[in-house]
C-alpha cells in the first residue's frame, strides 16, 4: 500500500484552497487570498513553511497570463502526512495544486430558495474553506434538484448566513446588508472587498430579512456579483445597484 493512501487530505480532506478570479490575465485581489490562505493553514495545523508567498504569486500570475483572459485560478495546499490513526509518524509534508478554468456560468433570471442543511456557526471548520467541500456542495445540489440556481444557508439559530457556495448580500430601503462573521460565514476575499468599497451594514438577521429584501446578491470570485430575480418564488426589484458596477469588469 502506497503512503499517499494513508494522507490526511486523502482520509480527512484536510486542506484549504481559495479560487482567485481573473481579470485581463491578473489574479484579481491576491493579497486578500493569500492572507485568508495563511489564517486557514494555521487554525487547520498545515504547515505552508515551504511556500513563500513571491513563489506561488508567480505561479498564480504565470498561469493566468498564460492560460485566462478571463476566469479564475484555484489554488490548494493538501496535507499529505499519514493519519496517525492509519500510518507511521514521518516528516509532514504539503503539496500544492495550481488549476484554472472559465468563470462560473450565470444564468439570466436566477432563482433563490431556502436551503435545508444549515451552517454549524460553532464547527471548528466555520469560517473555513476547507477541502472538506462536501456539505456546501450537497445543499447546491439540493437547491438545484428543487429547481433553483442557488439555496440560501440559515445557522442553527436561524440567522441567514450564507448561499451554498457564495456570501449573500440584499438591499432593503436602499440599505445594504450582509451576514456578519458570527453567523458562521466564510470571509470571502469579494465579500471583503465589498466591504471596503461600500457602505454596508453586517447583521445577525432571520430570514424575514431576505423575505423583505428588495434585492438579494450572490457574491464570490467565481461569479463576482450575480443579482437573483427572485426568492421562494417572489420576484426581486433587480435594481443597478453600485454592487453590480463594482464587480463589472
Known sequence: ???????????????????????????FLWEKHW?????????????????TEAEISDAVH?????????GRVRVSFFDESPAEL????????????????????RPAKPGLTISPHRVNSTSP????KSCNYLEPL??????KELGFEEGIRLNERGEVASACVANVFWVKDERLFTPSLRTGCLAGTTREY???NLACEEVEAGIEALQEADDIFLTSAGIGAMQAAEFEGRPLRRSDHP???????
Request: hydrophobic letters at 45%.
Open 1 to 27: 500500500m502506497s503512503r499517499s493512501s494513508t494522507s490526511k487530505i486523502l482520509l480527512y480532506g484536510k486542506g484549504i484552497f481559495t479560487t482567485i478570479a481573473v481579470r485581463d490575465s491578473k489574479p
Open 35 to 51: 492572507k485568508r490562505l495563511t489564517k486557514n493553514a494555521a487554525r487547520l495545523g498545515i504547515d505552508l513553511s515551504r511556500y
Open 62 to 70: 504565470g498561469a493566468a497570463a498564460a492560460e485566462l483572459k478571463t
Open 86 to 105: 492509519w500510518g507511521e509518524e514521518v516528516e509532514r509534508e504539503v503539496s500544492l495544486s495550481i488549476l484554472t478554468g472559465r468563470s462560473r456560468q
Open 125 to 128: 471548520l466555520a469560517g473555513i
Open 138 to 143: 450537497m445543499a447546491l445540489q439540493k437547491a
Open 194 to 196: 465589498i466591504l471596503e
Open 243 to 249: 454592487i453590480i458596477r463594482l464587480l463589472t469588469f
